[in-house]
């Protein structure tokens, strides 16, 4: 038994989930989440202000409400699609507001991700406008990548007459977030990776993503009890939960990354110039246990 335990701590797994406690990673996870959390309704209320402005037909509308609401774990559909439903019949100078929060909210998440990212990796983050420069950039991935895994998942239902057609919404969601992920951890950070490397932690954290959305209904069922302190603090305490297992398994592959290649080179969108680098908890914990492989 003891021989086992030693091995399990020397292994890969052993030595990242060491590397990721030292790292302090689930406090940073708390950051994002919660950041996530304030951004999210910005975020989606400036989608639907900008499809609005494009699409004036209110049953094409409604369809990118609920292909929207239904990236979310289903338990909290009902309760967000009828918030987004009843702001959304308030245009006019709301729907104004709503796109300068999602830019704003979304430059801000990005700016949190930038400084969580740069804890595991051991890097700097850029200039106050430089930083916003890359939100908008990635905003517009991120925008695409949600939308595009919304639509994966809903395949799931769509497929149910086939069986072998059902694997096929879980797989393409979790590409989509794979690919989403790779962007974040390429494009996000001041100093990250090659986008030929970034693929070994964007690989863990994306399938654990689509693998957390996917059975989130079984944990909602759970915790069903809190159903009892009111709606509210049921949707709250569900959202909350899942964004921080979302955000705990995008630094996992973080940490994952910065110990499998070591100390990050290359640039990511906007980067600032010279030497960016510098030691953190996160890439000390890292580093401590990539050279003990």
């Known amino acids: 038994m003891k021989a086992l335990l030693g091995w399990l701590k ?42 609005g402005l494009v699409i004036r037909d ?51 998440l990005f700016a949190t991700m930038e400084f969580v990212l740069g804890e595991m990796f051991g890097v700097e983050q ?34 149910s007459s086939a069986r072998w057609l059902s694997f096929v919404g879980p ?17 996000v950070p001041n100093r990250t990776f090659q986008l030929s490397e970034v693929w070994r ?11 957390i959305t996917l ?15 009111g709606a509210t603090f049921a949707l709250f305490f569900l959202l909350a939960t899942w964004l921080f297992f979302l955000s705990q398994f995008i630094l996992l592959g973080a940490v994952t990354n910065r110990m499998v290649i070591g100390v990050p080179k290359a640039g990511g969108a906007v980067a600032e110039p010279g030497e960016r680098t510098t030691e953190t908890r996160g890439s000390r914990a890292a580093e401590q246990q990539r050279r003990a492989s």
């Open 171 to 187: 797989l393409a969601g979790a590409l989509v977030m794979i690919a989403l992920v790779i962007l974040i951890y390429r494009v």
């Open 58 to 108: 209110p049953h094409r509308l409604a369809q990118v409400r609920n292909l929207i609401v239904n990236a979310f774990p289903s338990d909290s559909q009902g309760a967000i699609g009828g918030a987004l439903q009843a702001v959304q019949q308030r245009s006019g100078l709301l729907g104004l507001i709503s796109i300068v929060g999602l830019v704003w909210g979304g430059t801000n």
């Open 10 to 51: 020397e292994s890969f797994p052993g030595r990242l989930g060491k590397a990721y406690g030292e790292a302090k990673a689930g406090n940073y996870a708390a950051a994002l989440a919660f950041q996530s959390f304030m951004s999210m309704f910005p975020l989606l209320l400036g989608i639907l202000a900008i499809v």
């Open 126 to 159: 850029r200039s106050f406008l430089r930083q916003r420069l890359m939100g908008l950039v990635m905003m517009a991935f991120f925008l695409v990548g949600v939308l595009a895994a919304v639509v994966a998942n809903s395949a799931i239902s769509a497929a």
């Open 215 to 229: 059975a989130f209904p079984f944990y909602a069922k759970l915790v069903h009890g809190f159903n009892s302190y």
């Open 201 to 211: 932690g964007a690989l863990l954290a994306g399938i654990l993503m689509e693998i």
